[in-house]
């Protein structure tokens, strides 16, 4: 698997974003930083890595990744499903990346996946479908308010 190359591809995989996650993407060295939607305390980044491109949510919210996590055991669903799902439905087909789920060093709360392709137009849709599933999930949809 080809090994992402910089600052040029990140620049690449930028441009193809949907309009909507670019106004909360930032390109930082050789990743892509997207805040998630609702003012939800997690975000999303592109990194490159030996393997070629992870994906993943990140959250220092302990209780924001147990809501993730509760949601997935209540409804039986595997992450890799709805991943699927929310790709098909941008009209992208190809094998599904398995998900891994951690805490890393700085004690950070990580959902990734490692993408088999380097192309910019298909992280950008597999980046796209990650934010449109993860939404779904727990309390990243933000908070219901009363009414």
């Not at 449109?132 to 309390?139: Q, V």
Request: proline fraction near 4%; glycine fraction near 8%; charged fraction near 30%.
């Amino acid at each position: 698997m080809c090994r992402l190359e910089g600052q040029n591809t990140m620049n690449e995989i930028y441009e193809q974003l949907p309009e909507w996650l670019k106004g909360v993407a930032k390109l930082t060295g050789d990743s892509i930083k997207v805040l998630a939607p609702h003012d939800v305390d997690a975000w999303y980044l592109i990194t490159s890595d030996p393997a070629g491109c992870d994906l993943a949510l990140v959250t220092k919210d302990r209780w924001l990744s147990e809501s993730i996590e509760g949601d997935l055991e209540h409804t039986g669903d595997e992450l890799e499903e709805l991943y699927e799902e929310e790709l098909v439905e941008l009209d992208w087909e190809g094998k599904i990346p398995n998900f891994r789920h951690f805490r890393n060093d700085a004690r950070e709360y990580v959902f990734s996946c490692t993408w088999p392709s380097t192309a910019p137009s298909e992280l950008a849709t597999a980046l796209e479908a990650m934010v449109n599933m993860f939404t779904e999930l727990g309390d990243m949809g933000g908070e219901e308010e009363d009414g």
